[in-house]
């Protein structure tokens, strides 16, 4: 009897211990092209989750175009999480363009840093000083579908430069082409270290807008903030430049769990060091940079921010619309 006993309650644990297994969420997150900031961020998220959510999510962390890929992904929720520019997120979460249908809105668990500097970089030793000089030059816009295809674009257009030709190689390849002068300007929708690697071989420059340049981008793409950059601190021989700097998040689909929404923004903070040492770049993310954003917030993190004292405005709550069953 005791020995049936003995039996059931190790079968009790084995049926136990599979429920937990079962139990446990998968998590598609999508970080943006290979080796790129988004990228970096998603590697540092998914190492936070297999070390302090193990027994609660099994992550998994995808490469996509860029972060336009991103918004789309977890719109169509193909994702869960993803680093997502907030002026994408803005379409899709005030139905513009292709997101006219109510599927699934990117919204925030915290800010990724830094900002995501849409940045100009050629050669330190190129006779390219300023954007004045970029017509009838070969620029590489990275992958279609990236920020920095997206907003790079954007910005010829508005300064009215015209290219000799547009490339769109991932980081890996432009650094190379860089490097070779295949390409005489490579454009970067973050700090990504396959141009910092480059620098250290051969110095590098960033293009920094004028005053003048600077008026024409603020009343022709007005939703973009515009800062000026120490960019000493990631490529050697860059000087300070002022670039184009939209914020990105990580984001979660507005379906995802808000109780799990929670445990993943309260582990980031509590261990963020982990995203450090996968990316340096990220450090210095405190739970009051979230209202820099300006942009709108999951219930599941919003809970978090309230508890560290963070007041939310109510520009930075989730639409009303985007709850109400339908």
């Known amino acids: 009897m005791r020995r049936l006993l003995g039996l059931i309650c190790m079968l009790a644990m084995i049926i136990s211990g599979a429920g937990a297994v079962l139990a446990q969420t998968r998590l598609t997150i999508v970080g943006g092209v290979v080796g790129g900031a988004g990228y970096m961020q998603a590697l540092g998220l998914n190492q936070v989750l297999l070390d302090y959510l193990k027994g609660v999510v099994i992550p998994t962390v995808q490469g996509t175009p860029g972060y336009v890929a991103n918004a789309k992904r977890l719109y169509e929720g193909l994702a869960d999480i993803g680093v997502v520019v907030t002026v994408d997120g803005y379409e899709i979460l005030n139905r513009q363009g292709e997101f006219q249908e109510v599927k699934h809105a990117p919204l925030q668990m915290y800010p990724t840093l830094p900002p995501l500097y849409v940045h100009f970089i050629v050669r330190k030793n190129s006779p390219i000083q300023g954007f004045k000089d970029l017509d009838g030059k070969r620029i590489n816009l990275l992958t279609r579908g990236s920020l920095a295809e997206k907003v790079g674009r954007q910005l010829l257009v508005a300064l009215r430069i015209k290219p000799a030709k547009i490339y769109n190689y991932p980081h890996g390849e432009a650094a190379s082409a860089l490097a070779s002068g295949t390409v005489d300007v490579v454009v970067a929708g973050g700090v990504a270290p396959n141009y910092a690697e480059v620098s250290l071989r051969e110095p590098l420059r960033v293009l920094s807008l004028t005053e003048e340049e600077i008026a024409l981008v603020r009343e022709r793409i007005p939703l973009i903030p515009i800062e000026e950059v120490d960019f000493s601190e990631f490529y050697k021989g860059a000087e300070k430049?002022?670039?184009?700097?939209?914020?990105?998040?990580?984001?979660?689909?507005?379906?995802?769990?808000?109780?799990?929404?929670?445990?993943?923004?309260?582990?980031?903070?509590?261990?963020?060091?982990?995203?450090?040492?996968?990316?340096?770049p990220a450090s210095?993310?405190?739970?009051?940079?979230?209202?820099?954003?300006?942009?709108?917030?999951?219930?599941?993190?919003?809970?978090?921010?309230?508890?560290?004292?963070?007041?939310?405005?109510?520009?930075?709550?989730?639409?009303?619309?985007?709850y109400k069953k339908r």
């Open 284 to 322: 210095g993310l405190t739970p009051r940079m979230v209202l820099q954003t300006g942009y709108p917030v999951h219930p599941g993190a919003a809970r978090f921010y309230r508890e560290k004292g963070v007041r939310l405005p109510q520009a930075m709550q989730p639409p009303d619309w985007l």
């Open 241 to 280: 430049a002022k670039v184009l700097a939209p914020w990105a998040v990580m984001a979660a689909r507005h379906t995802l769990d808000a109780n799990l929404v929670y445990q993943i923004t309260k582990a980031v903070f509590d261990h963020y060091d982990e995203v450090e040492k996968i990316y340096k």
